[in-house]
């Protein structure tokens, strides 16, 4: 069964951090891209980070970059989000999604995912 499970959300004061997990199964890691959204109450979701799993290369959505740092560690099928400096903004439901990597151009879409996540609450408090 194929799974993404998200972990580590929580209440964060404004200026701190948090570090997100995704742990996945039931498909080949190297073969995907892992990307993680996130969707704040009454905003649409948007596309936060990315990582190509073959390769380690990242990309960010220019409102956290220099913030937020996204990383895998392969041998535990896992991608985190290490986000520091949180601000309000920040605040909302952050999930992954895994899509083949040969769909790299729309790798920044949640429609796109092959598989996704359920989600993890990050409430960002002053």
């Known amino acids: 069964e194929v ?3 998200e ?14 997990s995704c742990a996945a199964s039931g498909f080949t890691f190297d073969d995907y891209i892992i990307t993680w959204f996130r969707q704040a109450p009454g905003k649409e ?3 936060v980070s990315s990582i190509i799993m073959s390769d380690a290369t990242t990309y960010y959505a220019d409102s956290v970059k220099g913030r937020f740092t996204i990383s895998s560690d392969n041998a535990k099928n896992t991608v985190y989000l290490q ?4 601000n309000l903004e920040d605040a909302a439901v952050y999930s992954c999604g895994a899509v083949q990597k040969e769909l790299y151009r729309v790798a920044w879409n949640y ?3 092959h598989y996704r996540g ?3 609450l990050v409430t960002v408090s002053l």
């Not at 986000?83 to 949180?86: A, K, R």
């Open 3 to 5: 799974q993404l499970v």
């Open 7 to 20: 972990s580590g959300g929580g209440l964060v004061q404004a200026g701190g951090s948090l570090r997100l």
């Open 45 to 47: 979701r948007e596309w």
């Open 83 to 86: 986000m520091n400096n949180l």
């Open 111 to 113: 429609n796109s995912m």
């Open 118 to 120: 359920k989600g993890t």
